[in-house]
């Protein structure tokens, strides 16, 4: 029996390498979207970064400053005095309009409450209503000379109602954006609550827990991603308070100045006071903070929820 030996090793033949082929097809997919961020988000973020690097002088025109508008944004007693008001927004109306959703979802979802769907869509109503009518809306009712407030005041004979002063306007705005978005997040949190396995309420049920029992052990638990998704977009849109203080500043003009919040601060400057790089400087400090707060928070979120 012959065998046939193995040709040496500088003998054999070497096997080609496959090349995987790249299909470029899902660029096609990709492209429409790609443009139109790139031209929404990335255009202006690029030129905004761009403005807040120079500065308008009388003497040499639009020149490069390099981080001094920083600088100075951060010496700016208007820039903190708008900060410090939306911060403690944040701190404040947030949580109480977060609460009243969670609550609002919880009763909803609840079998005992009658008429749900009903409940549902009058609470998320106020959301359909255009946020410059709300406030119109909310602004009459405010009016302590023409409004419900004035009506109220006539009636008990004294000032009892007086929205539009220093010490109750930010109470006043934080019951508007209230009354506009607890229906958004309850949605939110009631679309999580249906997510939830019905073995797990029939576990609950065989273990003897009551309905408190079972809201504290099963349902705030799964609704902990949506409470941090709807903590985050609350987040954002206190650091963006401007429609409300904004339309309302007619109706008080000695109460919100320009600076009121960092957004109409950057908007006057930008449009009144013809300071566009300086009003590029405050948008962009005012994103990076709102950013690095945002990630924050749902870098904790998800550590609770690995947990």
């Given at each position: ?10 003998l ?8 995987t ?19 929404v ?14 500065r ?8 490069f ?25 944040l ?27 009903f409940y549902r ?24 000379q023409?409004?419900l ?14 929205p ?8 006043s ?10 229906g958004?997040?309850m949605?939110?949190?009631?679309s ?43 987040i954002i ?17 000695n ?22 790089n300086?009003?590029?400087t405050i ?7 709102t950013a ?16």
């Amino acid at each position: 029996m012959t065998t046939t030996a193995a040709p040496p090793p500088a003998l054999r033949t070497p096997r080609r390498k496959r090349r995987t082929r790249i299909d470029d097809r899902g660029w096609l997919f990709v492209a429409p979207f790609a443009i139109v961020f790139a031209l929404v988000f990335l255009a202006p973020l690029v030129y905004s970064i761009y403005l807040s690097l120079f500065r308008e002088q009388l003497i040499g025109g639009n020149a490069f400053v390099g981080f001094d508008n920083y600088i100075a944004a951060f010496g700016d007693e208007k820039f903190w005095d708008g900060l410090i008001r939306v911060s403690i927004f944040l701190v404040v109306q947030v949580p109480i309009m977060l609460i009243l959703a969670l609550g609002a979802a919880l009763a909803i979802d609840s079998a005992r409450l009658h008429a749900s769907s009903f409940y549902r869509i009058v609470i998320f109503l106020p959301y359909a209503v255009p946020a410059v009518v709300a406030v119109l809306m909310w602004g009459y009712i405010y009016g302590d000379q023409f409004g419900l407030a004035g009506n109220i005041n006539q009636l008990f004979g004294s000032e009892v109602l007086q929205p539009f002063v220093p010490q109750w306007m930010l109470l006043s705005i934080g019951n508007i954006v209230t009354w506009q978005f607890v229906g958004y997040n309850m949605l939110i949190f009631y679309s999580s609550l249906k997510t939830i396995p019905g073995e797990l309420y029939e576990a609950a049920s065989i273990d003897g827990a009551g309905a408190w029992r079972t809201i504290f052990s099963i349902k705030i638990p799964a609704v902990r991603g949506a409470v941090v998704i709807a903590t985050i977009f609350s987040i954002i849109g206190s650091f963006q308070l401007f429609n409300e203080p904004n339309i309302l500043k007619p109706l008080a003009p000695n109460t919100i100045s320009t600076f009121f919040t960092p957004n109409m601060y950057a908007y006057n400057l930008s449009f009144a006071g013809q300071q566009y790089n300086y009003a590029a400087t405050i948008a962009i400090i005012m994103g990076l903070i709102t950013a690095i707060i945002a990630y924050v928070v749902q870098l904790r979120g998800s550590r609770q929820e690995a947990r």
